[in-house]
């Protein structure tokens, strides 16, 4: 899933290692949201919209993440 996570976090000037801290996660679940390799669970993902002043729908990129996932959908 595509996230606005990293382009929000080093706006910030924030570490991998400081919003980890902030969440209560590692900075290893930072890096594989960052790289798509993980979906946040519903309440670390309104934890880091929380740090960010943004919601859930806009840092999870939820708009296209759906169109996207509707276009595969429609290829099977």
């Known amino acids: 899933m595509k996230t606005k996570l990293r ?3 080093t706006a910030r000037g924030l570490t991998q290692q400081q919003l980890a801290a902030q ?3 590692s900075a290893r679940t930072i890096l594989s ?3 798509g390799q993980y ?3 519903l309440m670390l ?3 880091l919209a929380e ?3 943004t919601s859930v729908e ?3 990129c939820l708009k ?3 169109e996207w996932e509707d276009a595969q959908n429609e290829e099977l």
């Open 51 to 53: 740090v960010f002043g």
């Open 33 to 35: 949201i960052e790289k």
């Open 64 to 66: 296209e993440n759906k």
């Open 45 to 47: 993902a309104y934890r």
């Open 39 to 41: 979906n946040p669970s």
């Open 23 to 25: 969440v209560h996660v």
């Open 58 to 60: 806009d840092l999870c």
């Open 7 to 9: 382009e929000l976090r």
